[in-house]
């Protein structure tokens, strides 16, 4: 999306609550002032009249779906706690028309700065990224991840699905070409799901996304629907971090 029509463009709202607000974050729109664009905490500061907002978390430039702000410095200080403690539950969705070296399971490692300014994952584990995945075909020549980080480093989502030799579609900086039949026009990568508990009640957010023609596609929609059973673990208390 060019400058001008993010400026122009309305912040979805997907849950208000009187301490946190949960919105829906288009692709390809920095969260903050980013070179012409003053970012999309701009936008919805001016959208709703509110100079309060604060964000507790953060999404790549690149990444749609979720992401939840506070409305005072209070609930900021226990939502933020709630991520530092992994006690906030995270699912992303990603395509990608390259063939994992595993369908599901763990990557986990420590993550370094290369020499070029990317992320590059180690095989220490001193203090790793730690995300675990499921995949499904989706259609011949793309599939679907369903990717549930556990920490919450830099890239950490995009240099795991590297790692698995299967980078996102339409990802600029760890991917790959794309075959010829593929002609991505984002990155697709999509914050999905969020679910945490905030003064004693528990809070759960799914949003599709809304963007790509690949996630539009309605063979999306039926490899998603093949994830229902581990969606229920999701939700559940059998969710149990990895590590502590």
């Known amino acids: 999306m060019h400058a001008t029509e993010l400026e122009n463009m309305s912040v979805s709202v997907v849950f208000d609550h009187e301490d946190f607000l949960v919105v829906h974050k288009p692709p390809d729109c920095a969260v ?3 070179s012409s664009d003053k970012g999309l905490l701009a936008r919805l500061r001016r959208q709703l009249d509110s100079s ?3 964000p507790v978390h953060r999404l790549d430039k690149i990444t749609s ?5 506070a409305k005072n410095i209070e609930a900021a200080r226990a939502l933020t706690t709630l991520f530092r403690e992994r006690a906030v539950r ?8 390259r063939k994992p ?24 584990q001193e203090a790793p990224a730690v995300t675990r995945f499921i995949s ?18 830099t890239h950490q989502i995009r240099v795991a699905m590297k790692c698995l030799g299967a980078p996102i ?15 991505p026009e984002r990155t697709y990568l999509h914050a999905y799901a969020l679910a945490f508990s905030y003064k004693r009640i528990h809070y759960d957010f799914k949003e599709l996304p809304r963007h790509g023609r ?31």
């Open 32 to 34: 903050t002032r980013n």
């Open 52 to 54: 309060s907002l604060i």
């Open 65 to 69: 779906g979720l992401w939840l702000l």
């Open 90 to 97: 995270k699912c992303y969705l990603a395509l990608s028309d």
């Open 101 to 124: 070296h595993k369908k599901q399971g763990l990557v986990i490692g420590d993550m370094a700065r290369s020499r070029d300014g990317r992320w590059k994952m180690c095989q220490s």
């Open 136 to 153: 499904r075909s989706m259609r011949p020549g793309l599939r679907l991840f369903a990717l549930f980080p556990e920490t919450g480093k």
């Open 169 to 183: 579609l339409g990802d600029s900086l760890y991917g790959r070409r794309p075959s010829s039949l593929l002609v």
């Open 214 to 244: 690949y996630f539009l596609d309605p063979t999306f929609t039926s490899a998603l629907q093949t994830f229902d059973a581990l969606d229920q673990v999701f939700r559940s208390n059998q969710w149990q971090p990895t590590m502590n």
